[in-house]
Nanobody
Framework: QVQLVESGGGLVQAGGSLRLSCVVSGLTFSTYNMGWFRQAPGKEREFVTGISWNGGSTYVVDSVKGRFTISRDNAQNTVNLQMNRLLPEDTAVYYC????????????????????WGKGTLVTVSS
C-alpha cells in the first residue's frame, strides 16, 4: 500500500520558517519525481515546487522562489520543503505528490499528472 505522509505544518508568524517533510512508503521512491502542492481556502490546488527522482533538477514557482527549497533523501524515502520568510498568502494545506518517471523536472508539474498524494498538512501564517 502506497502512503505519503506529510508533517511539519503549523501556525507561524509572517517572516517565520517551517520545514515540511513527506515520508513515502510502498513504492520505489527513487524512481519517482516528487512535488509539493498547496491549496488555499476557496482556491484550486496549485503546484509549488518539484524535484526529480535523483535530485538532479528542481523547479519552483515564482511566488516562492528564493524562499522555499525542496530536497529529497532517497535513502530515507523522504522529500522536504524548507519554507522561509513566510507570508500570509502562503497559508494553505500543503500536499506532497509522486509521479513515476526518470525524467527531469523542468517546469510546473500538473495536478492531474501526479499518481499518488498525501493527505496534506496545514500551514497557517499570521500577519
Amino acid at each position: 500500500q502506497v502512503q505519503l505522509v506529510e508533517s511539519g505544518g503549523g501556525l507561524v508568524q509572517a517572516g517565520g520558517s517551517l520545514r515540511l517533510s513527506c515520508v513515502v512508503s510502498g513504492l520505489t521512491f527513487s524512481t519517482y519525481n516528487m512535488g509539493w502542492f498547496r491549496q488555499a481556502p476557496g482556491k484550486e490546488r496549485e503546484f509549488v515546487t518539484g524535484i526529480s527522482w535523483n535530485g538532479g533538477s528542481t523547479y519552483v514557482v515564482d511566488s516562492v522562489k528564493g524562499r522555499f527549497t525542496i530536497s529529497r533523501d532517497n535513502a530515507q524515502n523522504t522529500v522536504n520543503l524548507q519554507m522561509n520568510r513566510l507570508l500570509p498568502e502562503d497559508t494553505a494545506v500543503y500536499y506532497c505528490a509522486a509521479v513515476q518517471t526518470l525524467g527531469q523536472v523542468l517546469g510546473v508539474m500538473l495536478v492531474n499528472d501526479m499518481r499518488y498524494w498525501g493527505k496534506g498538512t496545514l500551514v497557517t501564517v499570521s500577519s
